[in-house]
């Protein structure tokens, strides 16, 4: 069986957290497979049947999402509300087998219906009033809603590749609604019939569409189709155990990304949010691929942990090419000083983006780090660098620029032999001058290497800052 999956997310808000762990699973899945020569492909439909809720802007996040993630799918994106004719099509056959009828009930018919069967602790709420009734019985000008004649006796079970063998009573189980009354297509119908069409042999989606996977599996059976192989991983929770929602922070992918972590870190963390490889932590696109099955996945849910994400995004930044980084910074300042940059700022940011990346957890936090390579002359300066630059430091500061005025080794060991010897000199710790000489050159007190940073500034605008900085106090 060639395979092939999907992700099919409903376009009435952002690519939420849960949702882009789904996608991961299946896009790895299906490449898997890929390069196994199984099939392999991985197809996106947008179930966007709920009008009044669905929006283009919803679709261009939901898309903009997948595509930073990098999971790239196969053909182009089907649309669930444009296939509604097949939809409808396939209720037709089952009207014409007699597998499907056509319920006349008024919403207060059904509300007594839920209301009494509540009150008996029956699961079922539609009593089936219209599965066998005379269709002469139809009362005049009401437009009905069509029913799957479900069956009423034994159990539907699904070996689910996940959660194994789960059953339910068929008793227990509706006559569901397939098309309303206004001739629409229910989202259980257009599932059923849109997976079928599209070859979909393997569904992977959260468990809480396990309750839904019985009606579509009985629906399947109805219309003569195979039914698909289920896999309901379990949801992801936040660090006190309960279902992720807003108060537990970001939930978007966008909100990831503006936080400043990298697309590749946050698939790592995803992928170990429910799966494991031995005790594997840090994983290559290239290793996921290879390593993924749904044997791996847990049957538990997972507890996410910014904690650990922001660690795990830290490694990546450190890994990260400099270019790569260079120009996400650029984009972040750019945007922060409305696009005035010194003269020489990306080639500043690349060479200096070794000593940089170390200590930075998110991008947002290495752009801050950046800054004083970006700003031009004067340097307005923080309120710990001014404390720093007090008048004793201001005249260290005055009598250093004069010994590094009339170095012409603008290297990073000759200017650091250079303060070496003037702190040796006045008898005082290399600390003692290089924390104010720090302030001078970058505005704050913490910086990469300083001898470093001079070099990167380059000998003009570096003795420049130090300069500029002797009035400022």
């Known amino acids: 069986m060639p395979v092939v999956t999907r992700f099919a997310p409903s376009p009435t808000g952002y690519l939420h957290i849960g949702g882009a762990r789904t996608a991961l699973y299946n896009w790895l899945f299906a490449r898997h497979h890929q390069i196994h020569g199984d099939g392999g492909k991985f197809l996106l ?19 903009d999402g997948l595509k930073w993630l990098g999971l790239d799918w196969d053909g182009d994106a089907v649309s669930q509300y444009e296939r509604a004719d097949a939809h ?27 209301e009494q069967a509540r009150a008996e602790g029956l699961k079922r709420m539609y009593d089936g009033r219209w599965r066998d009734r005379d269709p002469s019985d139809a009362p005049a000008g009401v437009a009905p809603v069509i029913r799957l004649k479900a069956p009423t ?26 098309l309303r009354a206004d001739g629409t297509p229910t989202y259980m119908l257009a599932v059923v019939v849109d997976d ?50 807003k108060r537990h922070g970001a939930l978007g992918v966008d909100a990831y990304r503006d936080q400043g972590f990298l697309p ?4 790592n963390y995803l992928l170990r949010l429910g799966w494991s490889h031995g005790d594997a932590e840090i994983i290559s696109t290239e290793e996921a691929i290879a390593w993924f099955d749904l044997s ?50 990306p080639d500043r940011l690349k060479k200096g983006m070794d000593g940089l990346k170390e200590r930075a957890k998110t991008i947002v936090e290495l752009s801050e780090s950046a800054e004083f390579y970006a700003k031009s002359r004067p340097l307005k300066m923080n309120e710990k660098a001014l404390e720093i630059l007090d008048s004793d430091t201001l005249k260290l500061l005055s009598q250093l620029h004069k010994d590094l005025s009339v170095l012409t080794d603008w290297q990073a060991e000759a200017i650091e032999n ?28 913490v910086s990469p290497s300083i001898f470093d940073v001079m070099v990167i500034l380059g000998r003009e605008d570096a003795l420049g800052r130090i300069e500029d900085a002797i009035p400022q106090v």
């Open 45 to 63: 439909r947008i179930e966007d049947t709920d009008r009044a809720r669905s929006t283009d802007d919803a679709v261009s996040a939901i898309l």
């Open 88 to 114: 409808r099509a396939a209720v037709g056959r089952l009207l014409e087998q007699g597998k499907a009828y056509k319920c006349y009930c008024s919403a207060e018919e059904l509300t007594a219906m839920r």
């Open 153 to 178: 006796e034994g159990r539907t079970t699904i070996s689910d590749l996940v959660q194994g063998d789960v059953n339910v009573a068929n008793e227990e189980l509706d006559d569901m609604v397939l």
């Open 196 to 245: 079928h069409d599209m070859a979909v042999p393997h569904v992977i989606r959260g468990d809480d569409h396990l309750p839904n996977a019985f009606r579509q599996t009985q629906l399947n059976l109805a219309l003569g189709w195979e039914t698909p192989l289920f896999a309901h991983i379990p949801l992801i929770h936040g660090p006190d155990g309960a279902k992720m929602s």
């Open 264 to 267: 590749d870190a946050l698939r």
């Open 296 to 345: 791996n996945v847990g049957r538990a849910a997972a507890r996410f942990d910014f904690a650990k994400l922001t660690h795990l995004n830290g490694h990546y930044i450190r890994h990260a090419d400099n270019q790569t980084l260079t120009d996400l910074v650029i984009g972040i300042l750019e945007q922060k000083f409305h696009g005035k940059l010194a003269e020489g700022t």
């Open 418 to 445: 250079t303060v070496k010897a003037f702190a040796e000199t006045a008898g005082m710790k290399l600390g003692k001058i290089a924390q104010p000489l720090r302030a001078a050159l970058t505005g704050t007190t």
